[in-house]
């Protein structure tokens, strides 16, 4: 079964730092969410992005975030400079179209650590 | 605005009770998608079940069944015989269409299943 994944699984940054979390979305998907989740919380919505553009984002997306579809394959998102608080699992999701209204699919997640 | 209520932080149980996982919803939208997922201790989420809108029937699969009640916005989640192996934190969610044409989730607080032994 085609699946999303998520690098690295793991990432330890120094505060002020900018990290690079990476997707790559299941093939023939259109539809690209990140969500966070911080440590013993829920899940968050951050940003969707369909063609080449942000459709959605959440007031937690800063302009220390951002997205983008490089390559037509991966799906990254960015945050300039790390903060204490941006410490969490992120979660990057990818979904079919409007109109099958498929599940999302879920990457494993990239468990970011920001000391 | 939409919203998903899981009242149960923690819920303990020795193995092979059933137990029943809550979950409330508020939305405006007559069209929605309500799914549970799983999360273990590993962190990724693991889809259990998509229910839309317009399908009050229950669902029964092995061990697991929701109950889907529209009259009290209800999407409530039972495993039956619990297992060790159940242990997670369990999420309700929500999502509805927006004008941007995307769906995004709404995810309630979860739920920590823990069984005993």
């Known amino acids: 079964e085609p699946e999303v994944t998520q690098t690295p699984s793991h990432q330890v940054t120094q505060m002020g730092q900018e990290v690079i979390l990476r997707c790559v979305p299941i093939s023939n998907h259109l539809y690209f969410y990140w969500y966070r989740q911080i440590l013993g919380q829920k899940v968050e919505f951050l940003v969707s992005f369909y063609n080449n553009e942000i459709s959605e984002k959440s007031e937690i997306f800063d302009d220390q975030f951002s997205v983008e579809r490089p390559d037509g394959s991966n799906f990254t998102l960015k945050i300039r400079s790390t903060k204490l608080e941006d410490s969490a699992m992120y979660f990057c999701?990818?979904?079919?179209?409007?109109?099958?209204?498929?599940?999302?699919?879920f990457g494993p997640g990239t468990r970011l650590l920001v000391l | 605005a939409q919203k998903v209520t899981q009242a149960q932080t923690e819920i303990s149980v020795v193995e092979k009770e059933d137990v029943t996982l809550d979950c409330v919803y508020e939305t405006r939208d007559t069209t929605y998608y309500l799914f549970w997922y799983k999360q273990p201790p590993s962190g990724e989420l693991v889809f259990l079940i998509r229910r839309n809108s317009f399908d009050e029937q229950n669902e029964i699969s092995g061990r697991y069944s929701w109950n889907f009640q529209k009259s009290t916005s209800s999407f409530n989640f039972t495993i039956t015989a619990s297992q060790v192996v159940d242990s997670a934190v369990y999420f309700c969610?929500?999502?509805?269409?927006?004008?941007?044409?995307?769906?995004?989730?709404?995810f309630g607080t979860g739920t920590r299943l823990k069984v005993l032994a």
């Open positions: 969610a929500l999502s509805e269409a927006r004008a941007s044409g995307t769906y995004k989730y709404i």
């Open positions: 999701a990818t979904f079919w179209d409007s109109l099958s209204q498929e599940t999302q699919y």
